[in-house]
């Protein structure tokens, strides 16, 4: 993810840009603060490349994740790297570290000063989308890891307030899906790009890619047109179960995926390889929806 990071970067964003080569001279915590979806994750990892960190010494805590074991399990992995005598550098990060129970932040404040008192060679970055000083303010939230984590503060903005990214991450997420899925999609049209230009992106990045994911399945190579996504304007296909109580459009389009998926599967007896072949896509990717979507059998 180091080159998606960097081609992200126009000039609303060079402040975070300039600042990236200094957080990997020191082991300054960081607090990345920012809606959802606008590439928080992103940063975190474009620092641990760049200070040399690979795979097996990034530790992620997911505080959003109901399984308060995997998280145990991560932390414990760190304890084991660290205070087992190992100091070569590592990244802890505590990705939402607002959604961080109190059970879970006592061992983890814990972990860090032991850490600090060792000299050990630590990065902790943390991303919030809430303001911490309200918690610790309630209650919910320890001020004295507060206090370990939020060395640097990076506001990272919406994605609506960095149009000039939209063309790069369509790009990067065209390779992506063409890989993935085996489609043959060879670029935008330029009415499509100024849809989403023109488009408010509350879910940031992370809606980006769903519409994207989505114009994938309706539509038809070598061009991704204007109708394929799903937004106000555009003659888009939409579910045709529209009384979801969840009205997110991950929910919307995972329920579309769901509904096209399946019929192409009825029609073709449930074979998956005529079935990836009408596609257009990988058997290997319609086995993973159907395990995503929960597809089944009637």
């Not at 309706?218 to 106000?232: H, I, Q, T």
Request: overall charge neutral.
């Amino acid at each position: 993810m180091r080159f998606y990071f960097d081609a992200l970067m126009d000039e609303k964003m060079d402040e975070v840009k300039k600042i990236i080569p200094h957080l990997c001279e020191n082991n300054a915590s960081v607090l990345l603060y920012g809606e959802k979806g606008t590439g928080k994750s992103y940063i975190a990892s474009s620092v641990h490349q760049k200070k040399g960190g690979n795979a097996q010494n990034f530790f992620e805590i997911n505080c959003k994740s109901f399984s308060t074991l995997k998280n145990a399990e991560v932390l414990d992995g760190a304890k084991v790297w660290f205070l087992g005598g190992q100091n070569n550098y590592a990244t802890l990060f505590l990705n939402c570290v607002n959604k961080m129970s109190l059970d879970l932040q006592q061992p983890v404040d814990a972990f860090l000063s032991e850490c600090a008192r060792l000299g050990r060679n630590l990065k902790v970055i943390s991303s919030t989308e809430e303001n911490i000083e309200s918690m610790i303010a309630s209650g919910d939230f320890l001020e004295s890891l507060f206090y370990k984590i939020n060395s640097v503060v990076i506001n990272v903005q919406p994605l609506r307030q960095r149009k000039d990214e939209i063309p790069v991450l369509l790009e990067f997420y065209r390779k992506l899906y063409c890989k993935q899925t085996g489609f043959n999609y060879t670029a935008f049209s330029q009415s499509a790009v100024n849809l989403l230009q023109d488009y408010f992106f509350a879910g940031n990045i992370d809606e980006l890619k769903n519409l994207v994911q989505h114009a994938f399945i309706v539509g038809e190579p070598p061009l991704l047109k204007a109708s394929d996504f799903m937004l106000a304007g555009a003659p888009a296909s939409s579910p045709s179960d529209l009384s979801l109580p969840d009205k997110s459009l991950k929910t919307a389009l995972d329920s579309f995926k769901k509904e096209y998926v399946t019929q192409i599967l009825e029609e073709n007896g449930w074979n998956q390889t005529k079935t990836a072949r009408i596609l257009g896509i990988q058997r290997t990717y319609v086995i993973r929806l159907i395990n995503e979507l929960h597809i089944q059998k009637k």
